[in-house]
């Protein structure tokens, strides 16, 4: 099971950009998924999550701003995010709970390989 994120880029100020991230392997179902971003020199945050039933949560900071959603017949994860700010440039990680997969498998906490997103002012 791997995690392919895309959609990052350079962005001005007031702009916006759709992350996406797909979970390719014989998934069966997957459970909490999520958008984690890190900032040169800082940790890594959460930004949003959205469970299998699309309860979502964000970060203060993104509240407002940043959409999270799910297509679970495409495994996928997406993040809409508008009025971008320079604050917001960071690495964007997505990662899922937990999958479990068709041979009857789980497993726990997958990432995927980072996007980075640059919002210049």
């Known amino acids: 099971v791997q995690l392919q994120a895309s959609g990052g880029g350079l962005v001005q100020a007031g702009g916006s950009l759709r992350l996406s991230c797909i979970a390719s392997g014989a998934i069966l179902r997957i459970n909490d998924m999520g958008w984690y971003r890190q900032a040169p020199g800082k940790q890594r945050d959460l930004v949003a999550g959205?469970?299998?039933?699309?309860?979502?949560d964000y970060a203060d900071s993104v509240k407002g701003r940043f959409t999270i959603s799910r297509d679970n017949a495409k495994n996928a994860v997406y993040l809409q995010m508008n009025s971008l700010k320079p604050e917001d440039t960071a690495v964007y990680y997505c990662h899922a709970d937990r999958i479990f997969t068709l041979w009857g498998s789980e497993g726990s906490n997958y990432w995927g390989k980072g996007t980075q997103v640059t919002v210049s002012s």
């Open positions: 959205v469970t299998s039933s699309g309860v979502t």
